[in-house]
């Protein structure tokens, strides 16, 4: 396929990279394509960011068939821009897509025309400490209709934004609040696929954990509210007694890929590290026992969240003293340091950009 390139007559101004949010402020331009089953995938272009046209009966609009992704751009000390593991945000995208009966997309392909927006939007990846730019691939459905089946029609779409901070702790402990009265996902559903509704699951436990001064939710397992799963916007570690332990995927959790960079460091580091059900009440007993070290989440969005209390029922804990913990603090800083170009890349997941 050949891509097109149409440049925007005006550019927005830039924003000032020490005063940036998240996800609130987008690019000049952004990457579109169609699909239809005559064509399959086609007109592959970069064009000025702009709004979508949409019927009113658009299917995604009404059965929510649509899956995304979330990835980051980042600045070296050199002023190079470089990816994370880009491919194996493509490859889950296309998973999410065989779970919500959408048509695969050419995954190199769709990196060359991610890279060939970022040559152009070069400018837009911000370079103060902490900073990058935000990536958000997305499809959606978009038959004009109201019958329950699957799009025979779909937009495949690119956009940036540059962010600061994901939470506005920074990387500082979160407090997170674990519902016994939610339930997110379960096991042969849509949980492990990065699709929209998923999300909205989540929206109002969101809303009560915060109305309790806490940063997110803890989801345990929807059949025996027992397990723990995730947090609302990242994968979960425990760190007891000098072993990492986080939840094995059972469907019904989102395979992360920061989640997968922490396990294969790990082994690369030595430390014992085990995919396995873990109860909420084996955390709180570990806690009792003075065997839990630490807990943190890992996502692409804030890298590693350390944890510095959670709450459930009528107990709360207090983790690492309300610290950030000598592991998360580690993982962190490899991360972060291989993403922005600071230390040798171990495994091969950077991903360079031309410019």
Known sequence: MKLT???????KTKPDDSKLGFGSIFTDHMFNMDYNPKDGWYNPRIEPYSSFNMDPATMVLHYGQGVFEGLKAYKTDSGAI????PKDNFKRMNNSSRIMCIPEIDEDFALEALK??????????????????????????TDPFLGVRASHTYRFFIIFSPVGAYYAEGFNPVKIWVTPYHVRAVSGGVGEAKTPGNYAASLYAGEQAKKQGYTQVLWLCGVERKYVEEVGAMNIFFVIDGKLITPMLTGSILPGITRDSVIKLAKLWGIE??????????????????KLDEIFGSGTAAVISPVGEIKYGDTVITVSD?????????????????????????????EPIKT
Do not use: C
């Not at 390139?5 to 550019?11: F, G, N, R, V, W």
């Not at 470089?82 to 593991?85: P, T």
């Not at 590290?273 to 003075?290: M, P, R, Y």
């Not at 991360?335 to 230390?343: E, F, R, S, V």
């Open 116 to 141: 060939q927006l970022l040559t152009i939007e070069k400018e837009w990846v911000p370079s103060a400490p902490g900073t990058s730019l935000y990536i958000r691939p997305t499809i959606i459905a």
């Open 5 to 11: 390139i149409t440049k925007s007559e005006k550019l």
């Open 82 to 85: 470089q990816l994370f593991r």
């Open 322 to 350: 309300g610290k950030v913990g000598a592991m998360a603090n580690r993982f962190y800083k490899e991360l972060t340091d291989i993403q922005y170009g600071k230390a040798k890349d171990p495994v091969g997941w950077i």
């Open 273 to 290: 590290v085990s995919e396995q059900k873990i109860s909420i009440h084996e955390v709180l007993d570990a806690h009792t026992s003075g």
